[in-house]
């Protein structure tokens, strides 16, 4: 189904302000302005499992996420799905089209009950024009971005499964977490894309991580981080 077919599918939301106001790239505006915004954005509902857009289809709007979850892949040649990213609310998606209409490289998809909101590349052009400090926060954003891809490509080449594993967990945590218990937002099918293995070896390696006195499995998708340091130091 063509993302337009999958947007009128859908239908829009009957607010924005929501979207707008929780946007790192937005909410350092002023009311004016965020009610500005407001009259530009559209708002758009999905199930689990439906997709926002798939590779091939055009890249013409400013896709952010609302309230549930995306997950962003691609896939092989071969139909080897490769888990690129996990968009949360507040998250943004189809950045490209901020400088050009171009076309998806990947797959969007609604892990849960998703709203989002999408800007159009016309609509956003003039925004920026008209407010600077966005063009910042988007340039913040794709910076983190870069950072994050360059740090996962490290990961791959250097580290084992185990470490990238322990690494995942420890990112998870964050700071401030003093119950130190982490809740997987995928799959471990999606786990396994992406840190680059098979789903039977992430359930082989939590155990071991737990046969280690590092990690305690409460359920099958919550987990306490026993031994932060030594997890971080396989």
């Given at each position: 189904?063509?993302?337009?077919?999958q947007l009128k599918k859908n239908g829009c939301s009957p607010s924005h302000q929501g979207c707008v106001s929780m946007?790192?790239?937005?909410?350092?505006l002023d009311e004016v302005q965020m009610e500005e915004i407001m009259q530009t954005v559209q708002s758009y509902s999905?199930?689990?499992?439906?997709?926002?857009?798939?590779?091939g289809d055009t890249s013409n709007v400013l896709t952010i996420v609302n309230k549930g979850s995306l997950r962003i892949y691609r896939l092989s040649e071969s139909g080897k799905e490769q888990l690129v990213r996990v968009l949360k609310p507040g998250a943004f998606t189809g950045e490209l089209a901020l400088?050009?209409?171009t076309v998806h490289?990947?797959?969007?998809?609604?892990?849960?009950?998703?709203?989002v909101c999408q800007i159009t590349r016309e609509s956003l052009e003039k925004l920026l024009i008209k407010y600077p400090s966005i063009s910042l926060k988007i340039l913040q954003a794709l910076s983190t971005r870069v950072d994050e891809s360059e740090h996962q490509a490290t990961q791959f080449s250097t580290e084992s499964t185990e470490?990238?594993?322990a690494s995942y967990l420890v990112d998870l945590l964050g700071e401030g977490n003093e119950s130190m218990i982490v809740t997987l937002p995928m799959t471990k099918k999606d786990l396994a894309s992406y840190i680059g293995?098979?789903?039977e070896t992430v359930s082989r390696k939590l155990k071991e991580l737990e046969d280690m006195?590092?990690?305690?499995?409460?359920?099958?998708?919550?987990?306490?981080i026993l031994d932060e340091d030594n997890l971080l130091f396989l």
């Open positions: 189904m063509s993302n337009e077919n946007v790192p790239i937005f909410n350092h999905f199930k689990k499992g439906e997709l926002i857009y798939r590779a400088f050009n209409e490289e990947n797959y969007a998809e609604a892990m849960e009950e998703t709203s470490q990238r594993l293995t098979t789903p006195k590092l990690i305690k499995r409460i359920s099958s998708s919550r987990i306490k």
